[in-house]
């Protein structure tokens, strides 16, 4: 089975400060990971994805993130942050014996002025 | 674009009802997934379906149940409303290929009183 622990909670920061939120994930088999942004009252929009190849993988809104196989991380950072990115931030996994997707408890990142 | 459609946003239901809510993909996708989410708990799967009348039960299948008679539509069914029932329902679709992420719904803030 899969789990995935997201270590913060929440995450407040300053707009234009870089930020990193931290994704952590067990499984027995190979995975694919993901990231999702969620706005107030809104469904989920995937941020990026790690499916093979490149350990660093660029998503939208400058997110990017990188995979590490030993450390069975895919923490998601940005250089500069905007109050638009304030929002909850949820990982995720799916293993590669079925295409169902496991989430992380969400960070709130909250961009102050 | 995918579009997954919840039909409603905002539910009030009372203890004891039978609620159905409605989900509607245009992507012709062959996994249809019901999560719950609560706060501080992230996504929990509920139930999903990988085909027209397949259903598998996910983490937390008590209370509820699934119906899948065409292939665009994933209703899920609460048989009779709790109060502990009352939480955010969102819906996703994806293809059956491994590598690809879920698409979701707006979702569905439903209130038992």
């Known amino acids: 089975a899969q789990s995935v622990t997201q270590l913060d909670s929440q995450v407040p920061v300053f707009e234009e400060a870089p930020v990193e939120l931290r994704c952590n994930y067990s499984?027995?088999?190979?995975?694919?990971l993901f990231w999702y942004v969620q706005y107030p009252n809104q469904g989920l929009q995937l941020l990026l994805k790690?499916?093979?190849?490149?350990?660093l993988v660029k998503g939208i809104n400058g997110f990017e993130a990188e995979f590490n196989k030993s450390q069975t991380s895919f923490h998601l950072r940005k250089p500069s942050v905007h109050i638009s990115d304030t929002a909850e931030y949820f990982c995720a996994v799916s293993d590669r014996n079925f295409n169902k997707f496991y989430f992380g408890s969400g960070t709130k990142l909250n961009v102050k002025p | 674009d995918v579009k997954v459609t919840q039909s409603s946003r905002y539910l009030v239901k009372r203890t004891g009802e039978k609620v159905f809510l409605e989900c509607v993909q245009d992507m012709d996708h062959e996994n249809m997934f019901w999560y719950r989410q609560d706060p501080g708990l992230g996504l929990r799967l509920i139930y999903f379906s990988y085909d027209v009348k397949m259903k598998e039960k996910g983490d937390i299948p008590e209370g509820y149940s699934v119906s899948r008679e065409k292939k665009e539509r994933f209703s899920l069914i609460l048989e009779s409303a709790s109060t502990n029932q009352t939480s955010m329902y969102l819906c996703a679709s994806s293809p059956p290929q491994m590598n690809t992420e879920a698409f979701f719904g707006q979702g569905t803030r439903l209130t038992v009183v």
């Open positions: 790690y499916l093979s190849g490149s350990t």
């Open positions: 499984s027995s088999v190979s995975v694919y």
